[in-house]
């Protein structure tokens, strides 16, 4: 019982995914070969207000659920990094048709051949967390 609140959060979230098409292959297609606007639109909406989202947190220096105070500490600058990373993030995307949370949409939805893509993303998260200390970071 006590986690509904994430199950209920992952309802809505695969629900608004549905509603505005992100997990749609073809609007990802779109996007990647510039022929559309439409999931610009919605990853541009998603910074936007995860922007002021982070604004607010640290103006109104609001907790945690747990009372905690959130505290955001800065990240090591590195173009190369953020570029290679970025870079194999893309690809993964362009490629498998989905990011994470499109791709489990598109399983709920009935699109099974998302269970490769789903399967070998957890391959490599679990290969990264194996290589993750010999890796530059």
Same mark, same amino acid.
């Given at each position: 019982?006590?986690?509904?609140?994430?199950?209920?959060?992952?309802?809505?979230?695969?629900?608004?995914?549905?509603?505005?098409e992100a997990f749609s292959w073809y609007r990802i297609q779109e996007m990647?070969?510039?022929?559309? !606007?439409?999931?610009?639109? /919605?990853? =541009?909406?998603?910074?936007? #207000? &995860?922007?002021?989202?982070?604004?607010?947190?640290?103006?109104?220096?609001?907790?945690?659920?747990?009372?905690?105070?959130?505290?955001?500490?800065?990240?090591?600058?590195?173009?190369?990094?953020? !570029?290679?990373?970025?870079? /194999?993030? =893309?690809?993964?995307?362009? #490629? &498998?048709?989905?990011?994470?949370?499109?791709?489990?949409?598109?399983?709920?939805?009935?699109?099974?051949?998302?269970?490769?893509?789903?399967?070998?993303?957890?391959?490599?998260?679990?290969?990264y967390g194996e290589v993750r200390d010999r890796l530059p970071h």
């Amino acid at each position: 019982m006590r986690f509904i609140k994430y199950l209920l959060v992952g309802i809505f979230f695969g629900i608004l995914m549905a509603k505005s098409e992100a997990f749609s292959w073809y609007r990802i297609q779109e996007m990647f070969r510039f022929q559309a !606007f439409h999931m610009y639109g /919605i990853i =541009g909406t998603a910074v936007v #207000l &995860g922007v002021i989202g982070t604004w607010l947190i640290k103006k109104l220096k609001i907790n945690d659920i747990h009372g905690e105070k959130i505290i955001f500490t800065p990240k090591e600058k590195g173009f190369y990094r953020y !570029f290679l990373g970025g870079s /194999i993030f =893309g690809l993964g995307w362009a #490629l &498998g048709g989905a990011c994470p949370g499109p791709m489990v949409v598109s399983i709920g939805y009935g699109v099974l051949s998302m269970l490769v893509v789903f399967f070998f993303s957890i391959v490599g998260t679990f290969l990264y967390g194996e290589v993750r200390d010999r890796l530059p970071h």
